[in-house]
């Protein structure tokens, strides 16, 4: 079914949206590295997604994903955030035709991002400009990477063996 309309959306070339979905919050240590990453993702049901990234490092990223983008080192698209005015952004995808599509000004971005709960992408698909929509149940909020991270020890904790008294915490996960 999602696919059907997904197919009848690029065919008419109406916005490629989802339901709302929530974010979700992940950090993670990168053992080759010995760099933390901190991933937050929204998704609709169409595999659209916005997602903000940030390493330890100091590397940042914020980019969409989930459709075939046309866009090649240097392009421009417009991201509306809830209901209001596009705001023109510069992107970079890896290839010319590209499931993911990296925003340049990884400020500004996050900072919309975090006040809205619609994200509207206009950009180029196939040769087509078309809009991709991801909504989501609340804004970005990056104080809850700090529950990710506990999360993350408690996880680590368990697939290490935690001690006795650290076990029902495992069994809660």
Known sequence: MVLMARALSVLLA????????????????DPFDNVTIK?????????????VETHSNGFRMAYFSGAEF???????VR?????????????EA?????????????????ESVSKS???????????????????MDSPLDPSKFSEAERLGVVRKQCED???????????KR
Request: aromatic share 12%; net charge positive.
């Open 39 to 51: 991933t937050a993702r929204a998704v609709g049901p169409g595999r659209a997604s916005v997602a």
């Open 70 to 76: 046309e866009c090649f080192v240097d392009c421009f």
């Open 117 to 135: 709960k619609v994200v509207t992408l206009r950009a180029k698909f196939f040769r087509r400009t078309q809009d991709l929509v991801v909504e």
């Open 94 to 110: 890896p290839r010319l035709i590209s499931s993911i599509l990296v925003i340049r000004d990884f400020d500004r971005f996050v």
């Open 14 to 29: 109406l916005p490629l949206c989802g339901f709302a979905a929530d974010w979700t919050y992940h950090v993670k240590k």
């Open 79 to 91: 991201v509306k955030f809830d209901d209001g005015e596009p705001v023109v952004f510069a992107a």
């Open 161 to 171: 063996g935690a001690a006795s008294e650290d076990y029902s915490a495992c069994m």
